[in-house]
């Protein structure tokens, strides 16, 4: 079993930058995708960035992309969020996802909530305005 813990938020103000973080333990699973995912009061959790086993390959959603940097340290089972340029829509509580096999995804890298097998429990990230 795999096991996420997240770190890092907290209140930030319009045009901050904060660096969340999740450290896997466990079973860990090096070579598999691990991803970001929020959620806003009142709305769906949603696919925000996504890397590869080796961290070669990185794909983000359309609304972060250019501001949010992901990155992994395979060494430390640790997989980083760097977030810029924060807005007020970025509020929301961030999870960390982690794929613990090779079982197929739809699309070029996996980015439904269906496709990943472990969740941390969410860190809350609040941008002031």
């Known amino acids: 079993q795999v096991q996420l813990v997240e770190s890092g938020g907290g209140l930030v103000q319009t045009g901050g930058s904060l660096r969340l973080s999740c450290a896997a333990s466990g079973r860990t699973a090096r070579n598999y995708f691990m991803g970001w995912f929020r959620q806003a009061p009142g709305k769906e959790r949603e696919f925000v960035a996504a890397?590869?086993?080796?961290?070669?390959?990185?794909y983000y959603a359309s609304s972060v992309k250019g501001r949010f940097t992901i990155s992994r340290d395979n060494a430390k089972n640790t997989v980083f969020l760097q977030m810029e340029s924060l807005k007020p829509e970025d509020t929301a509580v961030y999870y960390c996802a982690a794929r613990n096999s090779p079982t197929p995804y739809s699309g070029t890298y996996p980015r439904a909530l269906t496709e990943y097998d472990t969740w941390g429990q969410g860190t809350q990230l609040t941008v002031s305005s």
């Open positions: 890397i590869s086993g080796s961290g070669k390959m990185t």
